[in-house]
Structure formats: structure tokens, C-alpha cells
């Protein structure tokens, strides 16, 4: 968790949005960082009562909060620096994922940037392993779900309005892909 905070930064951010963020771990690891780090995490309402749970005990429940709602249909809100999407996207299809873009483009402020953390494929999507072998369960665990090539992300995310694209490696099958308001 320290590794993706430094990866991703914190410049610039009061306001930040965690999307799926189900136990508050990443939303209470960036406001742990700066005080002036506000973080919502946006989950399903049956998930908000354990999210709050989670937070309480980090003691930061005056800046972290939990909302319910659904990332396929609820907007987002408005003003965000940061919004967090990880370990989120490879659950959805290509249609979901762009709704979901679109979505966290109008919640952003100028400036504000959408990171998505997540398997990332080889351009052919042959590998890596792991990231291949993810997309295998989530053909059998999801209706839609697979793993992505940054190529895609880049292109959902350009579509989306997103000015830049950029990929940041980790070293393993995962990456984080940040999309620039």
C-alpha cells in the first residue's frame, strides 16, 4: 500500500474518491499521509456497514467516510483531486468500465486524476501469467469481467475526455494506469 500511494502521489490532493474501496485500506493510507487529505470510499450498501467499521477503528472517521451506492448506475459526485479504482476494473466488461470512466471524469475537477490499479496485460494479452490466469476466472466468476491491456485502459480512459494516460510498473502483473482530468 505504501508503494502505490508513493507511486501515484499525493500533490494536490484534498479531495479524494475511493470507488469499490470495500475495507477503506487505500482511502485510509492516502489520508494517513496529509491532513488535509479528505477520502470517501463508495461501495455497496450490504459493505458500508463493515467499511465503517474499518474506519473507526484506523481513527480517522472525521476525514474518511464510507457512502453506499451503485458504481454501475450512481453518480459519482463533483470536485474530486483523486479518485481510486483498484482492484475494480477486471469485475466489469469493456461497456461497464467506460461508464464507469465517464462517470469519474465529470466527478473530477480540472486537473483531478482517475488511478486505476489492476492486472495489466501484454498489448497481445498473453501475459503475463497471472494477469492471463485472472482473466480465465473472471470468465468463470463474472458475467463480464476479464483483465486489460494498458492499451485498452488508454483508449476507455481517452474516450472517457481524460487528457493524458500514463502506466506506472510495479514490477509484477499489476500497474496502475492514471488518467489525467
Known amino acids: 500500500t ?12 484534498h479531495r479524494l474518491l475511493d470507488i469499490g474501496g470495500g ?8 489520508a494517513s499521509t496529509s491532513p488535509e487529505i479528505e477520502a470517501e470510499v463508495f461501495d ?8 465503517s467499521r474499518y474506519i473507526a477503528g484506523s481513527g480517522l472517521g472525521r476525514r474518511v467516510r464510507a457512502r453506499s451506492g451503485d458504481m454501475l448506475s450512481d453518480e459519482f459526485g463533483s470536485g474530486y483531486d483523486l479518485i481510486l479504482m483498484f ?18 471524469h465529470r466527478a473530477l475537477g480540472p486537473g483531478g486524476r482517475l488511478a486505476i ?11 503475463p501469467r497471472a494477469g492471463v490466469i485472472m482473466a480465465l476466472n473472471m470468465l468463470l466468476a463474472t458475467r463480464n469481467g476479464s483483465t486489460y491491456s494498458y492499451e485498452e ?12 494516460v500514463e502506466r506506472r510498473e510495479f514490477g509484477g502483473p499489476t500497474g496502475v494506469v492514471i488518467g489525467t482530468r
Not at 24 to 30: G, K
Not at 117 to 127: E, I, Q, S, V, Y
Not at 155 to 161: K, Q, T, V
Open 2 to 13: 505504501p508503494r502505490l500511494v508513493a507511486a501515484i502521489g499525493t500533490h494536490g490532493v
Open 23 to 30: 475495507s477503506a485500506a487505500y482511502s485510509i493510507a492516502f
Open 44 to 51: 455497496l450498501p450490504e459493505v458500508v456497514p463493515i467499511t
Open 87 to 104: 482492484s475494480v476494473a477486471h469485475l466489469m466488461g469493456e461497456q461497464e468500465n467506460r461508464g464507469i470512466f465517464r462517470r469519474c
Open 117 to 127: 490499479h489492476d492486472h495489466l496485460l501484454a498489448a497481445d494479452k498473453t501475459g
Open 153 to 164: 485502459y488508454a483508449s476507455w480512459l481517452r474516450d472517457a475526455g481524460f487528457s493524458a
